[in-house]
């Protein structure tokens, strides 16, 4: 069957490091990944989209990567600050905008 | 004023009773969805619309139905409301193609 892994565990890091994020998959072949941000009592926000032919993607201080053979993606914060803890969410689309999210995992930055 | 807006943000009811949840864009997005949202499970898709007139079940649809009776305006039923539906449920939009889903700030429902 089809599955979406993130660490449901929290991920606990210092200001000023590099925060990375799994986000591994069975069963897809999917068009792209996308990595939304959800801070509590309020709707997933996007960040990133990266495509099947992409290998990385960058924006500011975040930086996606995909890699189809291993069926991984990892989402990486450089210069983490307190402002960066967040739940994050992966979530892969085979085709036509219909997302299968992963359980997210909440990151914990602190000063 | 948000894009997607949903209603109640919180709402407590009792087993059995009838629950509408509305959600209302003003993205101009042909499509939209409801998710719900339970600890560790991440976001499961409940139904969604490309269009007006086009109505689709998700993963996990028993015990929901839905209206879409604008293009801003895509609301989420709940005809007999059992406690394991108590969850976060978010609607969202998108453009479509590989576009993002922009998210409401979801209504926390809790079925006594």
């Known amino acids: 069957s089809q599955k979406i892994e993130q660490n449901s565990e929290a991920l606990n890091i210092q200001e000023g490091k590099t925060a990375t994020l799994t986000c591994n998959y069975t069963?897809?072949?999917?068009?792209?990944l996308q990595w939304y941000r959800q801070d509590p009592g309020r709707g997933p926000v996007f960040l990133l989209l990266?495509?099947?032919?992409?290998k990385e993607k960058r924006k500011e201080r975040l930086k996606v990567t995909f890699d189809t053979t291993l069926k991984q993606s990892l989402f990486h914060i450089t210069a983490s600050q307190p402002a960066d803890s967040a739940t994050y969410l992966c979530?892969?689309?085979?085709?036509?905008?219909?997302?299968?999210f992963g359980g997210g995992t909440r990151l914990m930055v602190k000063p | 004023d948000a894009d997607v807006t949903q209603t109640p943000r919180n709402r407590i009811t009792k087993t059995g009773k009838r629950i509408m949840l509305e959600c209302s864009q003003t993205?101009?997005?042909?499509?939209m969805y409801w998710y719900r949202q339970d600890p560790g499970l991440g976001l499961r898709l409940i139904y969604y619309?490309?269009?007006?007139?086009?109505?689709n079940k998700g993963e996990i649809s028993d015990g929901y139905s839905v209206s879409r009776q604008a293009q801003a305006k895509f609301s989420l039923s709940l005809e007999s409301a059992i406690p394991n539906q108590t969850a976060l449920y978010f609607c969202?939009?998108?453009?479509?193609?590989?576009?993002?889903?922009?998210f409401g700030d979801g209504t926390r429902l809790s079925i006594l």
């Open positions: 619309s490309f269009d007006v007139k086009d109505i």
């Open positions: 979530a892969l689309d085979n085709a036509g905008n219909m997302l299968t």
């Open positions: 993205k101009g997005h042909d499509r």
């Open positions: 969202a939009t998108s453009a479509g193609g590989s576009q993002p889903q922009h």
């Open positions: 990266i495509r099947e032919n992409e």
């Open positions: 069963n897809y072949s999917p068009a792209y």
